[in-house]
């Protein structure tokens, strides 16, 4: 199987984030209310996505949330999630508070501001990392991985694996680390096991 490596264009990432966001404020307007919204309210609630949107969009685009490759999200782009959402978040709380100073008539409930925030990132966060979850495991599949032993089981040793895995994506499987020491041999270092070197030869007949 043939995996692309061509990335998704950053606006389609910018408009799934907008759907997202759009799914979310509408799950949080129907927990607020109990699953029941009547007309008015279901009325009202087209005014005020339009709005939460409009500030969702401005605030991504600030916040460059749609620029990583998803494929290869990590806890940095999470907190730049995070702290994007919040803003905006706070940014409603404080249209609504000169709203209400002024006598607009908008207003966001701030328990539907409270988990539209919760919703939203735990579906642009779930929806990154499924992405890249799928992507490693059609990667996977699609990869005659080699077999590497790694001699040595202290910190560098794990360093090595990590940049194995992480670099050479799935290509290499790291099979064992090998490591005379008394202390060390039969124990395990991230799930894989410290062999001594006259058990080497085993090892690898075993993984042919």
């Given at each position: 199987?043939?995996?692309?490596?061509?990335?998704?264009?950053?606006?389609?990432?910018?408009?799934?984030?907008?759907?997202?966001?759009?799914?979310?404020?509408?799950?949080?307007?129907?927990?607020?209310?109990?699953?029941?919204?009547?007309?008015?309210?279901?009325?009202?609630?087209?005014?005020?996505?339009?709005?939460?949107?409009?500030?969702?969009?401005?605030?991504?685009?600030?916040?460059?949330?749609?620029?990583?490759?998803?494929?290869?999200?990590?806890?940095?782009?999470?907190?730049?999630?995070f702290i994007i959402l919040f803003l905006g978040s706070l940014s409603l709380?404080?249209?609504?508070?000169?709203?209400?100073?002024?006598?607009?008539?908008?207003?966001?409930?701030?328990?539907?501001?409270?988990?539209?925030?919760?919703?939203?990132?735990?579906?642009?966060?779930?929806?990154?990392?499924?992405?890249?979850?799928?992507?490693?495991?059609?990667?996977?599949?699609?990869?005659?991985?080699?077999?590497?032993?790694i001699y040595g089981s202290d910190g560098l040793a794990l360093i090595a694996?990590?940049?194995?895995?992480?670099?050479?994506?799935?290509?290499?499987?790291?099979?064992?680390?090998?490591?005379?020491?008394?202390?060390?041999?039969?124990?395990?270092?991230?799930?894989?096991?410290?062999?001594?070197?006259?058990?080497?030869?085993?090892?690898?007949?075993?993984?042919?």
């Amino acid at each position: 199987m043939l995996i692309t490596q061509r990335n998704a264009p950053r606006w389609v990432i910018l408009i799934t984030d907008v759907v997202i966001c759009f799914i979310a404020l509408f799950v949080s307007y129907l927990l607020r209310f109990d699953f029941n919204l009547n007309l008015y309210e279901f009325s009202y609630f087209w005014e005020i996505s339009a709005a939460v949107l409009i500030i969702r969009t401005i605030s991504f685009i600030i916040g460059r949330t749609y620029q990583g490759i998803i494929r290869y999200t990590e806890s940095k782009d999470i907190q730049r999630i995070f702290i994007i959402l919040f803003l905006g978040s706070l940014s409603l709380l404080i249209i609504n508070y000169i709203a209400f100073k002024f006598n607009f008539s908008f207003n966001v409930p701030r328990a539907v501001v409270l988990i539209d925030f919760m919703v939203s990132f735990f579906l642009m966060v779930l929806f990154r990392l499924s992405i890249k979850e799928m992507y490693h495991q059609l990667k996977k599949g699609s990869t005659i991985q080699q077999d590497v032993v790694i001699y040595g089981s202290d910190g560098l040793a794990l360093i090595a694996k990590k940049a194995l895995e992480r670099d050479a994506g799935t290509k290499y499987k790291v099979i064992a680390f090998v490591d005379d020491g008394i202390a060390r041999s039969g124990k395990k270092i991230d799930g894989v096991n410290i062999v001594k070197e006259s058990e080497l030869e085993s090892i690898l007949i075993h993984n042919q």
